[in-house]
């Protein structure tokens, strides 16, 4: 069974860090681009941040490019989140996602389909 589980989420203050994580279990972790998602009451879900299979390639979202940096151990089954200078805009349910299909070639990765997603963890930054 599949499980991608989130954790790190919290209520922070407007210039605050916070570090998501997801624990990946029950299928061939280390293949493929992993992302992170957020959605916001009201608001589609936006891409974040994604990584290639190494990690040697990283994509960010505009808005949160230059505090946010996403990073993977392999080893661990984990995928991480690095969330500087957070601002009341950021607050959102942030989702991990694994196993990218059914994307066309020069797709951006902030945009690809995953085949399992995380049960989300809230993030809440006051200003």
């Known amino acids: 069974q599949v499980q991608l589980v989130e954790s790190g989420g919290g209520s922070v203050q407007a210039g605050g860090s916070l570090r998501l994580s997801c624990a990946a279990s029950g299928y061939t972790y280390g293949t493929g681009c992993m992302g992170w998602f957020r959605q916001s009451p009201g608001k589609e879900r936006e891409g974040v941040a994604a990584?290639?299979?190494?990690?040697?390639?990283?994509y960010y979202a505009d808005s949160v490019k230059g505090r946010f940096t996403v990073s993977r151990d392999n080893a661990k089954n984990t995928l991480s989140l690095q969330m500087n200078s957070l601002k009341a805009e950021d607050t959102a349910m942030y989702y991990c996602?694994?196993?990218?299909?059914?994307?066309?070639?020069?797709?951006?990765?902030?945009?690809?389909?995953?085949?399992?997603w995380g049960q989300g963890t809230q993030v809440t930054v006051s200003s």
């Open positions: 996602a694994a196993v990218a299909r059914g994307n066309r070639p020069g797709q951006n990765p902030l945009t690809y389909n995953y085949k399992y």
């Open positions: 990584i290639t299979t190494g990690g040697g390639t990283t």
